[in-house]
């Protein structure tokens, strides 16, 4: 008794807790007797919460034949056995001679207080028996982690229901242990359980198995259909009715029992599937009885054609394993993710409309007399397949199918029919498009293969025909796969049946406007043009195309497809027609002559909760990646005007684009009108404006890998040598002041906080792995042109004790050969340059332009030396904050403040060699403003 206590001593509750909760057991506190006692409802705080809530009190009384065994054995039982469906334990008491137990409150009370009442519906009670049959099953198996639990007292008595009507088994002082993960569990034991319950054979033989349990649950199942106990006492007499019932259900005179409020609320096949799996939990021979895995499993198709429509009853009848739902919704929720049905044979999902996507395997399209059928074999797979048979191996992209439409297609829609396959060989694709080639009927036609999904980057799709899924729902193909621009082996999934969406606007499909039509059967020609250069609509002034993320035009939702629409001049006679040149639109572009210019455009395809940027699209005098524009705009009947100065080529069209806003669409029209307050920089014909969806980058600032902690890093000596450089010892004799250590963790911590080198020039350091680290200062580094005038001043600010401080010029440069010993071999390092501005920062708002030739303003890149401007935002009210504007620049070179005070930007990469690398960086202003009061330290090297 004493070592019981101790073992369950976290859910001991006081006695005189209780005592206060049921306020001295009175009886206005019963909510319930049985065969331990009374059960009386009290607030107390438990084992599983701080806080008091309503709990359950149960409290022994040994006159109704229960005692301190079942008291203990409840007790160890709710302890290891948690479970949904089961009553949960939350404490106990066991003083003064009371044996008190404390479980979860059960608002709704016993299941036997509704079986009469007409206002517990046949769903509802359909559901209890599903959740009891649950808690059941996980006493019989409980994943075979523990004994098995014969629970001995089934009963609707036994059956607690909580204030949501969610069903659970209490009740466990009858319960008996046996082996886990056998089939059967027999034990011999005295007389248990409920008269009208008990299983015929335990009364006969005194021997327990977990079919007797089921025996019960049978008799719960028929009290529940009939709506009455199993059992009266009548003049003293005990009168069971499961004979009876058994007898009716053999007879077909179910009618004759069945409480008749429920039968008008019953469908048929559900009552005949719940009627059929009560009857077999009655059995004689336990043997035929069901485990009660097959019980829950019956009951829940019960439930299923109750709930569910006739055609989505069919699609749970056909299910390849019992889908568990409880209402239409949940059956709903389950075909969005995706469900097998005909043994595992068609997989079939909803999308947001709820039209069927009907996939099915590869196994039952396949000809017979595939000539390459010799070469090929099956490959199972769960990576590579969702159905059970696997995929269709085969190493040639030659193969027969005849195929029918399926069953469960959604009447009246658009289909695409695709081939949707793995291959061992798809690098290649990820930055191009590969063709199929086939035949259907004898005419050859082509697909694009494209990712499913692009961040698995394994299943690929390429469709072979659309349909109405009305107009041909006798569908007959013969396609012969002819031909694939990838090689290696080829895992052939299945024949997916996806509708396709329809793009509207103006409440007219757009497909009609659009040639050739999205939903078309496509030759390999017309294939080539649509998906290589987009599709025109309203008389070709607006062009409809792909984005990054998509593939297959006809594929592709309508919030991944950008487009642009073309400019209206802000004064017709100063725009001449630039011919059509690189651009997407018959009217070609547009000369501005070096004028202001405005447009006025209406996007009426963008799609809710899209964030989009809004270009301009441009030809440039320059063939750089990226360029200089410097183009003041802003929009009309507002006073504020926003500058973006770098523009970025495209490599399809080479194109400039120069992103001029953001906005995030709610699906209505956007109607814009920008005016441009200057005609830019290296403008030399304007197409349009572009529409793109926002790409996030990733965040660009630097990692300062010098944080870390010496002092409390552990390590050997071994540990902190691996991390020092092997020539660290001639390095060290170069330092200005006497270095002294005694570990090699000492050696390191000099090493990783850095020392100056002899002449005072450089600042020698390592970083956290081991890497050489080097400050230069800017008289080691920089050379001074005779286009500018500088001067250099003594500094405390600066390690080095000096600065270049320029008083006037537009350009500067950095030239100087970096030594093999200076730096770490085989290493990539990024170059900074450490820098301070001016308190008029006016001049140095625009980006500088870097090169390695001196005098070329081309093959360069461009560096921040202030922040650049933010892309200005459209439409957010104040209060609405629905995205992160991101800034313009999408480069990494952008200044980033130091913990020193100083600035620094990335200013150019190099790989080191056994030899020297030669360092010849020329900064010059892009438009040559002066760069008076640029202060710079020097050059900094970190390996990347």
Known sequence: MASFVTEFKHLEIQLEDIISATNNFDESKVIGRGGFGKVYAGELSHSQSEEKSLVAIKRLDRRYGQGDPEFFKEIRMLSCYRHENLISLLGFCCQGGEMILIYEYASRGSLDRYLSSADLTWTQRLRICIDAAKGLRFLHDPNGTQQRVLHCDIKSANILLDKN?????????????????????????????????????????????????????????????????????????????????????????LDEIILQDLRKQMQLSSLKKFSDIASQCLRNAREERPTMSLVVEKLQIALQMQVLPKEYAKIANAAADPLPCRSLEEFKELLSKG????????????????????????????????????????????????????????????????????????????????????????????????????????????????????????????????????????????????????????????????????????????????????????????????????????????????????????????????????????????????????????????????????????????????????????????????????????????????????????????????????????????????????????????????????????DQSLEDDRVEDIETTSGSDTYWEQKIPNDYEETLKLSKVSLEWKTKKELYSILFKGFMLGNGQQCFSVDKNGKKCQMLSARAATSVKEEIDSNWESSNESRFGEVLVITAGYKFKIKRKIEPQEVSPETAYTAYIVFKLPQDLSTFEAPMFVCEKDGYMSDGWYIYLVSPPVTPVIGPKSDENTYNPLNRYKGNALPQQRTDGWMEVKVWQFKTTTESVPMNLYFEHPVKKDLKGLMIQGIELKPI
């Open 339 to 698: 469900v097998l049905l005909n043994r595992g044979e068609t997989w079939l999902s909803f999308n947001d409309k709820e039209e069927h996507h009907v996939m099915v395997s590869i196994e039952e399209y396949l000809s017979l007399d595939d000539p390459n059928r010799d070469y090929n074999d099956r490959y199972s797979s769960n990576e590579k397949s969702r159905f059970a048979v696997g995929c269709y191996k085969t190493t040639l992209m030659e193969f027969k199918l005849r195929v029918t439409a399926p069953l469960f297609l959604s009447p009246d829609v658009i289909y695409g029919l695709s081939l949707v396959l793995h291959a061992s060989e798809i690098e290649g694709m990820k930055q191009q498009y590969v063709g199929v080639r086939y035949k259907i009927h004898g005419e050859t036609k082509i697909s694009i293969l494209y990712f499913a999904d692009k961040k698995e980057g394994k299943q690929l799709v390429a469709e072979l025909y659309q349909f109405n899924s009305t107009e041909e729902s006798i569908l007959d193909l013969e396609i012969f796969l002819e031909d694939c621009g990838l090689s290696g082996e080829f895992y052939i999934e299945g024949i997916e049946f996806r509708p396709l969406e329809k793009v509207v606007i103006a409440n007219q499909e757009i497909v009609r406007g659009v040639v050739p039509p999205l939903f078309y059967r496509f030759t390999e020609e017309e294939s080539k043009v649509l998906l290589s250069q987009g599709v025109l609509l309203n008389g070709g002034k607006m062009w409809l195309s792909v984005n990054e993320k998509g593939e297959h035009i006809e594929r592709i939702y309508i919030q991944s497809l950008p487009f642009r629409l073309p400019l209206i001049p802000f004064r017709k006679e100063d725009l001449l027609v630039h011919g059509t040149l690189n651009s997407r639109f018959p009217a070609g572009l547009y000369q501005i002559n070096g004028k202001r210019f405005k447009t006025h455009v209406k996007a009426e395809l963008l799609s809710p909760k899209i964030t989009y940027t809004v270009n301009l699209v441009y030809r440039s005098y320059s063939s750089d990646k990226q360029v200089y524009v410097d183009l003041k705009y802003r929009l009309r009947g507002e006073a504020t005007t926003s500058v973006v100065y770098l523009a970025n080529r495209r490599q399809d069209d080479w194109l400039y684009v120069a992103e001029l806003y953001q906005f995030t669409s709610d699906g209505s029209i956007v109607d814009l009108e920008i005016i441009f307050e200057n005609s830019g920089t290296d403008i030399d014909g304007v197409e349009g404006i572009l529409f793109q969806p926002l790409e996030k980058v990733e």
């Open 165 to 253: 009507m969610t069903a659970k088994v209490s009740d466990f002082g009858l319960s008996k242990m046996g082996p886990a993960n056998q089939q059967y569990s027999l034990l011999i034991t005295s007389a248990v359980g409920t008269p009208g319950y008990c299983d015929p054979l335990y009364m006969q033989t005194y021997s327990l198995t977990k079919e007797s349990d089921v025996y019960s649950f049978g008799v719960v199942l028929f009290e529940v259909l009939c709506g009455r106990l199993c059992f009266e006492i009548s003049n003293g007499q005990l009168k069971v009715y499961v004979p009876l019932w058994r007898k009716c259900y053999e007879e077909n005179k």
